[in-house]
């Protein structure tokens, strides 16, 4: 009956259901775009294309942020991923070039015009990334069935398709933030996330039935399955939310009649600050090997292609770890700043119990970061490796990328950012909210995604 009730509420809002209602009517067009094939490519060669892809897991991992379209040779193919390696490059460069620098510091004007240079920068890696998908897909395609015909001319306007594509999917997800609900980057990689979950799930539960030599206890493994990922979920939820709170007490100090300070706050210093920023930034270079591969004779490597295009081996995975929790310690250095927060803290006249204000607030800050986020970035890479584990253990190619990985913590970061601003706006009209104890906390870094 809350449930129910609070569907009610939300829907008796009139701004919030116009919203809602706006943001389906967007995914719609996107889910639909996702669907129409490039011209010139044949839909009979794309599925003898699929099951060899399925099986070596080539082009997987950029297939499930665009639910589908990749593998499906689809003008929205290249998806939303160029925009953002574009927008992690103009933050990566924000913090090294003081020009950009400057521009973060003016507000609004500075933020449009990093937008614009977003933007710039998203046209060049389309231009570059659009030729090799196609090539990679020429490749592929007469690997599977021996014949594709794709001369230069042909790539190049099948480029300006897919970048144009991709332009129409970015201006979709601006739509989404400015007019719908929650941020419309992220729920356009959520959306084509979910696309592909009933598919993997449905199939998944078509293997484990009886019969064809299966053991009569299939249906038990399935359920044991579906267990295990509700516990992952959870254990990403953890992850997500998982904060240290600092203690800072602000000083007493009279203005006229009035006295301000004399309270003590905390600071929520999350465990995994960095997001799921260090699983993109390892992923976008594993992918490398499993790319240039593909241009090969027979779409395999040998050797060291060999051992990193095998998303199920030992030595991919092990790296992939490792660079998760390097860029983990990284990208927390570049987005938890302990000088600034010391110093705005000085400003106000607060301090942390104990420690002196300044550098040494700084210093204690920073050893607290590191210590936490030690256990975050492990928690973090092992979350991100756990689908090479479920597939050792037999689960499907396609279901076993919803127990961990990028997919996941998108996933759970995305909705719980979603929920939270739905429950904003009931709170703002005295309505209650989702939860009944407490409130959802969504993501409060900078990421986006």
């Known amino acids: 009956m809350r449930f129910i009730q609070t569907i009610r509420n939300i829907w008796t809002i009139e701004e919030l259901r116009k919203r809602l209602v706006i943001t389906f009517l967007l995914v719609l067009v996107y889910r639909l ?14 599925k003898a294309l699929s099951q060899f892809t399925n099986n070596s897991g080539i082009m997987q991992l950029l297939d499930m942020f665009s639910g589908g379209a990749f593998s499906q040779a689809s003008i929205f193919a290249l998806g939303i991923m160029p925009y953002i390696t ?14 950009f620098q400057k521009m973060q510091r ?30 990679n897909l020429k490749v592929q395609v007469a690997n599977v069935t021996g014949a594709a ?4 001319w042909t790539i190049a306007y099948l480029t300006v398709i897919l970048a144009a594509g991709s332009m129409f999917i970015m201006w979709l997800g601006e739509r989404i933030t400015d007019r719908g609900i929650g941020n419309g980057i992220s729920f356009i990689i959520l959306v084509g996330i979910i696309a592909r979950l009933p598919e993997a799930l449905f199939f998944e539960f078509i293997s484990r039935l009886p019969g064809d030599g299966m053991a009569a206890g299939g249906l038990v493994m399935f359920l044991i399955e579906v ?77 060291f292609f060999a051992a990193f295009s095998n998303i199920n081996g030992f030595w991919y995975n092990a790296v992939y770890f490792i660079m998760i929790v390097a860029f ?62 479920a597939r050792y253990f037999g689960i499907s190619q396609n279901f076993a990328q919803f127990f961990g990985g990028t997919s996941l913590l998108i996933l759970v970061g995305v909705v719980l950012d979603t929920l939270q601003q739905i429950e904003s706006h009931l709170m703002m009209h005295h309505y209650d909210g989702l939860m009944k104890d407490g409130k959802i906390k969504g993501r409060t870094t900078g990421s986006a995604y």
Request: proline fraction near 6%; charged fraction near 15%; glycine fraction near 12%.
């Open 149 to 152: 015909t794709m001369g230069f």
């Open 227 to 303: 267990v295990l990922l509700f516990a992952v979920t959870i254990g990403a939820v953890l992850l997500v939310q998982g904060t240290r709170k600092v203690p800072v007490q602000y000083a007493k100090r009279v203005v006229g009649n009035r006295q301000y300070g004399g309270v003590r706050q905390y600071i929520p210093l999350k465990v995994n600050a960095a997001g799921v920023m260090p699983i993109i930034f390892a992923q976008a270079i594993m992918f490398v090997p499993i790319t240039l591969s593909g241009f090969g004779s027979d779409g395999k490597g040998s050797g």
């Open 86 to 99: 574009a927008s992690i490059v103009i933050q990566l460069l924000g913090m090294v070039l003081p020009s």
């Open 33 to 46: 775009g996702c669907q129409v094939v490039l011209p010139g490519i044949s839909p009979e060669d794309l």
């Open 328 to 389: 983990t310690y990284f990208y927390t250095a570049i987005t938890v700043r302990p000088t600034q927060m010391a110093e705005d803290m000085k400003r106000n006249n607060g301090f942390i119990p104990g420690v002196k204000p300044g550098k040494k607030t700084a210093e204690y800050l920073d050893t607290i970061m590191s210590r936490i986020t030690l256990p975050g970035s492990i928690f973090l890479g092992i979350v991100a490796i756990l689908p090479a584990f």
């Open 106 to 135: 003016e507000g609004e004007s500075g933020r449009q015009k990093l937008n614009q240079y977003t933007r710039y920068l998203t046209v060049v890696i389309l231009c570059l990334q659009g030729p090799a998908y196609l090539y």
